[in-house]
Each structure stands twice: as C-alpha cells, then as structure tokens.
T-cell receptor, first 116, second 112 residues
Framework: GAGVSQSPSNKVTEKGKDVELRCDPI?????LYWYRQSLGQGLEFLIY????????KSGLPSDRFSAERTGGSVSTLTIQRTQQEDSAVYLC??????????????FGAGTRLSVL | SQQGEEDPQALSIQEGENATMNCSYK?????LQWYRQNSGRGLVHLIL???NEREKHSGRLRVTLDTSKKSSSLLITASRAADTASYFC????????????WGAGTKLIIKP
C-alpha cells in the first residue's frame, strides 16, 4: 500500500476482554515498530520486528501483551484481559531497516483503544 | 528511558512569528530526526540531520545540531495555523541496532 495502515481506527472494549490490533506496513519495509501513546504524552516503545523476528520484547508492559508478524508483512498486537490502564493510542511504524536514512519511520494513523 | 528531551513543553505564538523548539540528548548519535504529530495520531517525518552536519533546511524548517552540547533546535519560520501540532525529536544512539529514542515532545499552538 501507499502507507502504513492500522485497523481498527477506534476500538471500545470492556475490561477483561481481549483485543487484537492490526498493522499493515509499507511494502518492502523490513522493520516494524509498535508504540503506545497516552493522552498528551510521548511515545512508549513496545516491540520491534526485523522481518518476522522480534529481537526485543522488553517494552511490552506485561505478559498480557503479545505481538506477531507473519510473512514479513502484517503484524498484530494482542492485548489479553484488557485493563482500563491499557486505554491509549497504539501506533505502528515501519522503516526500511537501520542505518542512516533507512531508519526513518513511517507511521500509521493509530488505533485509539478505550477500555471501559 | 527517554534520551531526548524537548523544551519548551508547550509554545503558543502568533501566526507569522517564528517558532523555535529544542531537543537535548545524552549519548553519541548517528543522526537526529524531527517528526510532527497532528491531533494525537500518526507522526510524520520532517527532517533528518546526520551527526556530521551542523545545519539543514527544508522549506520553512531549519534544523541545527550541536554534537558538543548534545542538542538540536528546530526553527519554523513564518508560522501558519496549520503548523499547530506536537513536535518530537528522535535519535538513534550509536551502538543501538534498531531503536529510535524519542523525546516527550513540544506542543506548538499557532494563534490566528
């Protein structure tokens, strides 16, 4: 596609339910990133994929959070047993890789998650 | 932990004035990038400056980098209402193999 696509754009769920967020990166981008952003705050790094591998999962807030990437393309971020503190905008970004201009990140519009 | 720190946290100016935002970081870097975010959604890349560059221009944007002070500034000249947004700096620390380190951002409001 022309840009990074995230779905859904908004998700309202009840506490305790599981949610799945999807990210479709720019074609050919090997690196994919998930971030979380609370209202008025900066970006909180969650996880990074290089191809289908996630070398660093240390940013995931708890074991309720997991992510996978298949075929070096689409990624899903799953939050199990959602809590109210999970409410935030979840942003996905992709890049060509690493090194100089390759690490410019292109962002999707985000998924706004509200846990009631 | 956040390496980049922007100041001010918020800036409100009249349309037509210049806006200057600053970013400081802690470790050696390969490059520094500035991004803009409108309405809490996706960020858009504005400009990248390499560690061996001191100044870079793109349209009404001017970025400077002082590696001795570990700081960068973003100047927006002749501001417009459409420049209202949050601005973030991001650095790739030398030795890091994948992660950009993000600042907390400066919220810029352009008053008509």
């Amino acid at each position: 596609g022309a840009g990074v696509s995230q779905s859904p754009s908004n998700k309202v769920t009840e506490k305790g339910k599981d949610v799945e967020l999807r990210c479709d990166p720019i074609s050919g981008h090997t690196a994919l990133y998930w971030y979380r952003q609370s209202l008025g705050q900066g970006l909180e790094f969650l996880i990074y994929f290089q191809g289908n591998s996630a070398p660093d999962k240390s940013g995931l807030p708890s074991d309720r959070f997991s992510a996978e990437r298949t075929g070096g393309s689409v990624s899903t971020l799953t939050i199990q047993r959602t809590q109210q503190e999970d409410s935030a905008v979840y942003l996905c970004a992709s890049s060509l890789g690493w090194g100089q201009r390759k690490n410019i990140q292109y962002f999707g519009a985000g998924t706004r998650l509200s846990v009631l | 932990s956040q390496q980049g720190e922007e100041d001010p946290q918020a800036l409100s100016i009249q349309e037509g004035e210049n806006a200057t935002m600053n970013c400081s970081y802690k470790t050696s870097i390969n490059n520094l990038q500035w991004y803009r975010q409108n309405s809490g959604r996706g960020l858009v890349h504005l400009i990248l400056i390499r560690s061996n560059e001191r100044e870079k221009h793109s349209g009404r944007l001017r970025v400077t980098l002082d590696t001795s002070k570990k700081s960068s500034s973003l100047l927006i000249t002749a501001s417009r209402a459409a420049d209202t947004a949050s601005y973030f700096c991001a650095t790739d620390a030398s030795g890091s193999n994948y992660q950009l380190i993000w600042g907390a951002g400066t919220k810029l409001i352009i008053k008509p």
